[in-house]
């Protein structure tokens, strides 16, 4: 049964799921241009974050190619809610994200997390 809750990637009825932390460490560590072999529906969870997906890509190393990436500029904000789901995207100077949950739960209720991307901190 597919994971309801997470990111797929996909071509026609091939689809990959729970892309999300390997997606994570490939931007964290500065790489946009890579190959990815799979085998099966879903990335392995490992330890559920990036963390050992970064181990990997830094022992293995990369090249720095001769030609750039394109790129996505922000340049008015975008929001899509689906649900008592939400996701902003901003323009800004800097990639910085910010994550908000609010569950009634009295061990979680609300959290938000800010984090300045950049591979200093990983």
């Known amino acids: 049964m597919p994971s309801e809750l997470c990111t797929a990637l996909g071509v026609g009825s091939s689809v990959v799921r729970t892309t999300e932390h390997v997606l994570a ?5 500065e790489i946009d241009n890579a190959i990815l072999e799979v085998t099966g529906d879903e990335i392995p969870v490992m330890d559920g974050s990036a963390g050992p997906f970064v181990q990997l890509l830094r022992s293995a190393g990369a090249v720095q190619q001769e030609r750039r990436q ?3 500029k922000i340049v008015k904000p975008l929001e899509v809610i689906d649900g008592n789901k939400r996701v902003v ?3 800004s100077v800097c990639t910085k994200v910010t994550y908000s949950i609010e569950y009634n739960h009295p061990l979680i209720q609300q959290q938000t997390y ?4 950049s591979t200093d901190a990983l």
């Open 70 to 72: 394109p790129y996505l």
């Open 89 to 91: 995207i901003k323009p």
């Open 25 to 29: 460490a490939l931007a964290g560590c």
């Open 114 to 117: 800010d984090f300045d991307w």
